[in-house]
């Protein structure tokens, strides 16, 4: 199973900082990685898919590269809505995995 | 609009059973999109439970959950369903449908349903 391992657990931010999230799969997932968006009481929304694609409607403050192993998301001025769990998901093999979450919290 | 509705949650005692259905409309549920289970359990992260292929001909299991749970889809009737039995305190969860973006059962998610919720106690 690919163990995706996401850094830091917590980010402390205020609204118009730079956001990177790190996420590091344990083995090559290809370019086959995905991030989601969680808020409280919500489902997940995709926000950036195989490596570096945004999703429909998604704003351009959200960035994503890397390849392999290694993986970032960058949101390049958080707004306020943007506060909540960061999660990265792999389809290269099954079973698919998701990585443990990024809380991205207010300053 | 695109939407997924799950219903058939509810409170089960262990080793009970329950099938979850997932509604989808908005879109032509079909053999271009995969369709997924995805769990939470209270306070925790995600976890793909299960995968279909757009076509029903393929599908995956978590090992946690293999040769208990079945995943199934009606694609006449825009329907995916998980029946879920020997139910254990630890799949207690809210259970998402997802939509997958391409055809093949692994697939990126993007559409979600509302999820349902499933809790396993005596």
């Known amino acids: 199973e690919v163990v995706l391992t996401q850094s830091p657990a917590t980010l402390s931010l205020s609204p118009g900082e730079r956001a990177t999230l790190s996420c590091r799969a344990s083995q090559s997932v290809d370019i086959y990685l995905a991030w989601y968006q969680q808020k409280p009481g919500q489902a997940p929304r995709l926000l950036i898919y195989d490596t570096s694609n945004r999703a429909t409607g998604i704003p351009t403050r959200f960035s994503a590269s890397g390849s392999g192993t290694d993986f970032t998301l960058t949101i390049s001025s958080v707004e306020p809505e943007d506060f909540a769990v960061y999660y990265c998901q792999q389809r290269n093999n099954w079973p698919g995995t998701f990585g443990q979450g990024t809380k991205l919290e207010i300053k | ?122």
């Open chain 2, 1 to 122: 609009e695109i939407q997924l509705v799950e219903s058939g949650g509810g409170l089960v005692q262990p080793g009970g059973s329950l099938t979850l259905s997932c509604a989808a409309s908005g879109f032509t549920f079909g053999s271009i999109n995969g369709m997924s289970w995805v769990r939470q359990a209270p306070g925790r992260g995600l976890e793909w439970v299960s995968a279909i292929s757009g076509r029903g001909g393929v599908t995956y299991y978590a090992d946690s959950v293999r040769g208990r749970f079945i995943i199934s889809r009606d694609n006449s009737q825009s329907t995916l369903y998980l029946q879920m039995n020997s139910l254990r305190a630890e799949d207690t969860a809210v259970y998402y449908c997802a939509r997958g973006q391409r055809g093949a059962a692994m697939a990126s998610f993007d559409v979600w349903g509302q999820g349902t919720v499933v809790t396993v106690s005596a």
